[in-house]
């Protein structure tokens, strides 16, 4: 243990701030880094929305990804947590927790891409803490963003009635991970080097839906980010609102990638609704709200797709082209 | 790597936040912990100022000390920031990374001593992440605050011939580590068992100077809290400012046991003003206002003493009755 409590040293974190960390904040709110704590004055009229998500290397991402895919996917996984919120990103503070010796060239490609992306999605480095761990990279990011006083899209908002939307495609990620864990399984024989990319690249490089946040605000009655499988979060948000639905499997909108494992082997559907780092957003919306809602989503570039109905019977059924409850294999969605 | 992305499962950590840190999210603002981030709507005329502290096992607390101690001076050395930036608290997200297999034990003395911590500092948790981790655990806490419009102190506010304050007394926590890795030594042979729990307590159980916000606020031209080192701190404020200075050794405060060792062990003088952890508060005041400034920290409880001046003179000396600069060992005050 280090005396003076800081393992990375005191005037070692000064000059990796000075060198990784300040050409990268670029908000006057950070004060060039150069003080204890940020200052932010927040918008008139807005609500705050805070979020913080924590990634560990060998749990959220592997220890040998590039180190610009681990900066982009830290900052990206919160930013989505904003957009499904309404939210318009004011900036983020970083944690980076790091084991002593990490090379000089990690950090410097970890920190351009992070400065290209807090730029990209307007959310600058405010502030944040360097830490030297006797452990994997471990990278915490708290993400501030506003929503007009009154407009923050809740988990709790569903009501019986609505309609279940959810932005993009879904089950990319989750395939990805199991293209780069088992890359010559059969299921993904016929896949082109194009779609194996994407479905890599979804794996590496979430896109958080920061454009339909606008959207949300005005349409949306509940909104959550598909973060840990489409069906288990559905679920959460439905519970959370105090009903139920259904999702009719063959509307869940899947790429053309996604779509060409799945016809390999069926089981990947059950994967794809369920394995999580998807980054889009579900929403409910009124029915009567649902064409204006999509419009508009395909206005700001956001396709989104309708996928099923929230009732009042608690519990998510996913159901088959008849009608029928799917069986997603036992155990697996005992949660739902 | 557990699909799905978060290695404590999505159920598990939804359990895992229900049952311990559910109970402890007081304010209306953490939604519950049911949502995926925090609603605040911060206070009319007021900027807000963020802070972010990580502590990891093994680095900024030993791996056994009690988890009521670890969860205190979590939240502690952020609160701490707060306060030397005049701001009152608003409320803290947390994040936790836990290794497989902590026990319940464990994080239910951990959530309780944080949720009094939150409530003794009305400083309600609104949120966050709780993740696995194969390695130690790192928590990684930020902080919100308060401060009317404009009235932020900086840490680059010093100016040539101001006053040198600091709170409470400095060096104890040092000297409670060294205490704690050498109970033995000739040093702390004369210590009373009081004044060895003093020490010891002060190490684990930093008490951030918030009654002395609003007093800062008021008449401090640039605070900081000692964290890392007395001398440290106030060199590197004091840079910050574009200015140098000097204290006087004989006039930091110390306890009465710090002093006993001290006097056993002249050295110790510089574990006590380099060591850190002391979570104090300096800060640099015109001459003019110091018998206010005192007075006020006194009405609210908080002892101040003048430690030194500023000067225009970049670096800091720490020098003796004399007048003149200390040899406090080559090397270690390379960075003043």
Redesign the interface.
């Known amino acids: ?7 990375a040293g ?2 070692g974190e ?1 000059r990796f701030i000075a060198r990784f960390l300040r050409p990268i904040a670029g908000s006057s709110a950070a ?1 060039g880094l ?9 918008p008139e009229g807005c ?10 290397a ?3 991402f ?1 220890a040998d990804d590039p180190p610009a895919s681990i900066a982009r996917k830290a900052l990206r996984v919160n930013l989505s ?2 957009a ?2 309404g ?1 318009d990103p004011l900036g983020a ?3 980076l ?1 790091l084991p002593k010796g990490t090379p000089d060239a990690w950090m410097e490609a970890f920190a351009a891409a992070l400065g290209e992306d807090t730029e990209r999605y307007l959310c600058p480095i ?4 360097t ?6 990279v ?1 990278i ?1 990011l ?1 993400a ?2 506003s929503v007009p ?1 009154g407009a ?1 899209v ?3 908002g569903a009501r019986p009635g609505q309609a279940i939307l959810v932005t993009g495609t879904i089950g990319d990620a ?1 395939l990805g ?2 293209l780069r ?1 088992d890359g010559k399984a059969a299921a993904f024989a016929g896949l082109s080097d194009e779609q194996r990319g994407h479905l890599l690249d979804r794996y590496l490089h979430p896109q958080p839906r920061l454009a339909i946040a606008p959207v949300l605000r005005r349409y949306a009655k509940s909104a ?2 598909v ?3 489409l069906a ?1 979060d559905v679920a ?1 948000m439905l519970a ?1 609102s105090g009903c139920g639905g259904r999702i009719e499997a063959r509307r869940v909108p899947v790429s053309a990638a996604a779509a060409e494992a799945i016809a390999a082997d069926a089981g990947l559907f059950r ?1 794809a609704i ?4 998807d980054y889009e957003v579900v929403a409910c919306v009124p029915h009567a709200l649902v064409h204006v809602f999509t419009a508009e989503a395909a206005r700001v570039g956001v396709p989104v797709t309708l996928i099923g109905e929230t009732r009042e019977q608690p519990g998510l059924d996913v159901t088959d082209a008849g009608g029928h409850p799917l069986d997603l294999g036992a155990g697996s969605f005992s ?1 739902f």
Chains 1, 2 share one sequence.
């Open positions: 243990m280090a005396e003076g409590g800081d393992g005191g005037s000064d004060l150069l003080d204890d704590a940020a200052l932010l004055t927040p609500d705050l929305v805070l979020t913080k998500d924590a990634v560990v060998g749990v959220h592997f947590d904003l499904a919120k939210a503070l970083l944690a927790a405010l502030g944040g803490d830490v030297s761990i006797p452990g994997p471990t915490t708290t501030l963003g006083k923050f809740p988990r709790t989750a991970l199991r864990q959550m980010d973060s840990d499988g288990g959460k959370a994967t369920t394995g999580g780092d949660h």
